[in-house]
Every structure is written in structure tokens, then in C-alpha cells.
């Protein structure tokens, strides 16, 4: 249950951060609007893990022998990699966060819910139980991206990214987690 909950947080983080960025941008959103885009977020955000865990379950029998490495490498690279995007936003991102239309945000939902899918793959190993595991992500990432939006023009962008900065860290120590248990049994 632990597992399901910082994986739930680490992975809404960069959608947290996306949030705050456009709730900065865009003070005077309408708590619809907010709700909205909200639900978009948490419906890719857990549909993503989904796709990378069906995937991951076609290799299972593959790569059963040295999967604790695979998830420790996967999580670890994508901690890494948010933990660096955190304060090194891509132009693309920060460019279609400014309009705020549907297009925009779908853009942006997609995009924070890559390293969900590749988080999928290790789903297997973290939990037991794949649809409550991907409700909660779908709800964490909800209520996050709504306060995210709410909160955007109090808190400014710069909250946003150290948001990302602890999610990264969280991936990244799942992945630890998962490769010291393994090896200690």
C-alpha cells in the first residue's frame, strides 16, 4: 500500500507541476474548467501504467531472472530524468502551457504521463492488486493537478517544479527499493 502511494504521488507530480504553472498563468480559471482538466490528467495518468504494465506482462517470462534490474534501471532513469527536467523545462512544454485551450492541455496530460507507462512495466513487482493501484493513480493525479491549478497563482511556478524535483526522487527510490529486496532474499 506504501508502494501504491508514492508511486500514485511520484508519478502526479510532473502533472502537479504542469498545474501550478498553468493555475499561474491563468489566475481566474473557473473551478469547471479546473475540474476538467483535472479529470483529463487523472484519466491518462492512470490509463498510462496500464498500457506499460500489458506490455510488461508479455515479457514476464522473458525477463522473471533479472526483472528487479530492469525496474530499478526503469525507475531510476525516469526519477533521474524528472529530478533534471525539474529545473530544465523543454521549450515545447513551456510554450503550450501558455494557451490555454483543450488541445494544450491534452498535449501536456500526454506528456506527463509518459514516464507513467514505463512505470507500468514494473507494476507487477510493486503491487499486487492493478486496478485499485491504477484508481489511486488516477485519483492522486486528479486531486493533485485540481489543487495544483487552484493553488498555481498563490504559490507561482517555481513550487511546480521542485514538485517534479521530489516525485523523481520518490521513482527513483521504488526503483532502489525494489532491487535491494530482491537481492537480499
Known amino acids: 500500500m506504501l508502494s ?11 502533472a502537479f507541476a504542469a498545474s501550478i504553472a498553468k493555475g499561474a498563468r491563468f489566475p481566474g480559471m473557473s473551478m469547471w474548467r479546473s475540474a476538467g482538466i483535472a479529470l483529463g490528467f487523472g484519466v491518462l495518468e492512470a490509463l498510462a501504467p ?3 504494465y500489458l506490455l510488461g506482462l508479455q515479457f514476464a517470462d522473458v525477463i522473471d531472472d533479472y526483472d528487479h534490474w530492469i525496474a530499478f534501471t526503469l525507475l531510476g532513469l525516469l526519477g533521474l530524468r524528472m529530478m533534471w527536467k525539474s529545473f530544465h523545462p523543454d521549450e515545447t512544454e513551456t510554450r503550450s502551457a501558455v494557451t490555454p485551450t483543450w488541445g494544450a492541455v491534452a498535449v501536456i ?5 509518459v514516464d507513467a507507462t514505463a512505470v507500468g ?5 510493486v503491487s499486487d492488486n492493478i ?3 491504477l484508481l489511486v493513480i488516477g485519483l492522486v493525479t486528479f486531486g493533485m493537478t485540481y489543487v495544483g491549478l487552484r493553488l498555481g ?3 507561482g511556478e517555481r513550487t511546480g517544479r521542485w514538485a517534479e524535483f521530489f516525485g523523481g ?9 525494489i532491487l ?5 532474499r
Request: aromatic fraction near 4%; hydrophobic fraction near 55%; avoid cysteine.
Open 121 to 125: 512495466v514494473t507494476l507487477a513487482l
Open 131 to 133: 486496478p485499485f493501484t
Open 109 to 113: 496530460a500526454l506528456g506527463t504521463s
Open 169 to 177: 526522487i520518490g521513482l527513483a527510490v521504488i526503483g532502489a527499493h
Open 153 to 155: 497563482s498563490l504559490l
Open 50 to 52: 496500464l498500457v506499460g
Open 180 to 184: 535491494v529486496t530482491h537481492l537480499t
Open 4 to 14: 501504491t502511494a508514492i508511486i500514485a504521488f511520484s508519478l502526479s507530480s510532473d
